[in-house]
């Protein structure tokens, strides 16, 4: 059906919009904040979507409607903010029930992080693409985590954040790579799969939605300040 992938991303946005107005949460409060954390987040990731259709990936036209811009379905587009929007709103829930303390094991995985770039010069000597571009972004989130001052990565939430996201995108990719709505050419990636999600679809994931709670943290600090 033409209108699925349509519908994937109503699904994925309907219970966070109706949840904002939950009182201990009241994520409505705070859209003035993801609204932008959100469009600036999915401009850069929206430009390499669009570089690089048809040769890292592709959409099957059976699974999304014929209009495309810049050659993304529209529905691809709406995936850039329904997916981070629903990310956020996982983010209040947990700070709501979460106390917020500092964790050495986030920090050692804010150093892992900040690391990535390296192995990703090796993956793209080697035609490794996606998977170096994914490894490139996850170490722009923990440096841009520096310098906005943000410290996610010291906090014990963000292990948990962790473990969210993953169980989201074994959820959400599992649909979108089963279908398939989306299929890959492996030769820009290690090949190396979770059931029939690319292990580079986490990171990816992952580079997504943190870039995307920085912001939104950052915003929230200088409203704040």
Not at 85 to 103: H, I, N, Q, T
Not at 143 to 167: C, E, K, N, P, W
Not at 178 to 194: C, H, I, K, T
Request: glycine letters at 4%; proline letters at 4%.
């Amino acid at each position: 059906m033409k209108a699925e992938y349509f519908l994937f991303n109503l699904f994925v946005i309907a219970g966070p919009l109706i949840m904002s107005f939950e009182k201990r949460i009241f994520f409505l409060s705070k859209w003035r904040y993801a609204f932008p954390a959100i469009a600036l987040v999915a401009a850069p990731f929206i430009l390499w979507d669009a570089l690089v259709t048809g040769r890292h990936w592709q959409f099957n036209s059976a699974y999304t409607f014929d209009f495309r811009f810049a050659g993304l379905p529209v529905e691809e587009w709406l995936f850039f903010f329904t997916v981070p929007f629903a990310a956020l709103f996982v983010w209040e829930v947990l700070a709501s029930y979460l106390p917020d303390r500092k964790s050495a094991a986030a920090q050692w995985f804010w150093i892992l992080l900040l690391l990535c770039p390296l192995p990703g010069i090796i993956a793209i000597m080697h035609g490794k693409e996606y998977t170096a571009l994914v490894l490139i972004f996850l170490g722009l989130a923990a440096t841009l985590d520096y310098l906005l001052q943000t410290r996610l990565f010291q906090r014990q939430r963000i292990l948990f954040y962790l473990a969210a996201t993953v169980g989201m995108n074994l959820i959400c990719n599992s649909y979108l790579t089963a279908r398939p709505v989306v299929s890959y050419d492996e030769r820009y990636q290690l090949g190396m799969r979770l059931g029939t999600i690319p292990l580079e679809d986490f990171g990816y994931g992952f580079a997504l939605i943190s870039l995307t709670v920085i912001l939104y943290e950052r915003f929230k600090l200088r409203a704040h300040a």
